[in-house]
């Protein structure tokens, strides 16, 4: 109650059980279909046991954040000499999370997939300390559930066009303006987002708002040419 609309409802994620004493210390688990406690063991995720009772489920979930910025806009500024104009766009978006469906795929470690490098450092042996939980074909104990693992900051400042133009001194009877000019797009793009562009949205729907399923960045263009008045 209270939330943004469409916020990220899930799990807090808090590491990793390093031992199987560890696990067993902290006395929670998952029911199976039969309603059989399965305690987590060495390697497997920490989450937040939120209502205390010993068994991680639905009734252990958290607001997680929102796809809504708290601000978004774009800020427009020229600047000329003599007969050179030099133009710049830039668009930004603060206070939104995005999740990263990408990683949530890429870094389980329960399927046949390719994995990103991050695999590298996943539990292995009794005592290792790591963030990232054992590789579980099927993955039995919900590691991969979704949860604040995959949600990552969206805000960004982005230069979204960069423009420089010459006005050549004419005879205005003949040619009103003739003007050369060069444009780019998308030069860079400031932000703590691990996928390849946090400014995206698999449709119009509201409830696809921050959800990243690996759609292509916006690419880098660039633009000569002349214009003629006649």
């Known amino acids: 109650m209270g939330s943004a609309a469409n916020s990220f409802y899930g799990y807090k994620f808090e590491g ?11 006395g929670l688990g998952i029911r199976d279909i039969a309603g059989n406690k399965i305690p987590f063991s060495a390697g497997d995720a920490k989450f937040s046991d939120k209502n205390g009772d010993g068994i991680i489920d639905e009734n252990d979930r958290y607001i997680l954040g929102s796809p809504i910025p708290d601000f978004f806009g774009g800020m427009n500024h020229s600047v000329a000499y003599k007969n050179w104009k030099l133009s710049a766009l830039f668009t930004f978006s603060k206070g939104n999370e995005v999740y990263n469906y990408t990683r949530a795929q890429l870094e389980s470690g329960s399927t046949f997939y390719n994995q990103t490098e991050l695999l590298l450092n996943r539990w292995r042996a009794e005592g290792q300390i790591t963030n990232v939980p054992r590789a579980s074909y099927g993955d039995p104990m919900l590691n991969t559930r ?10 960004y400042l982005r230069l979204r066009q960069l423009a420089l133009e010459y006005d050549f001194n004419i005879n205005k009877q003949l040619v009103k303006y003739i003007r050369v000019y060069g444009t780019a797009n998308n030069l860079f793009t400031l932000s703590k987002y691990l996928g390849y562009d946090p400014e995206f949205a698999l449709s119009s ?20 040419g002349i214009r003629l008045g006649l």
């Open 16 to 26: 990793v059980y390093s031992t199987q004493a560890e696990a067993d210390a902290a």
């Open 146 to 155: 979704f949860s604040d693992r995959w949600i990552e900051d969206g805000s």
């Open 205 to 224: 729907d509201p409830f696809h708002q921050g959800v990243d399923v690996t759609l292509e960045p916006i690419f880098k263009s660039y633009q000569i």
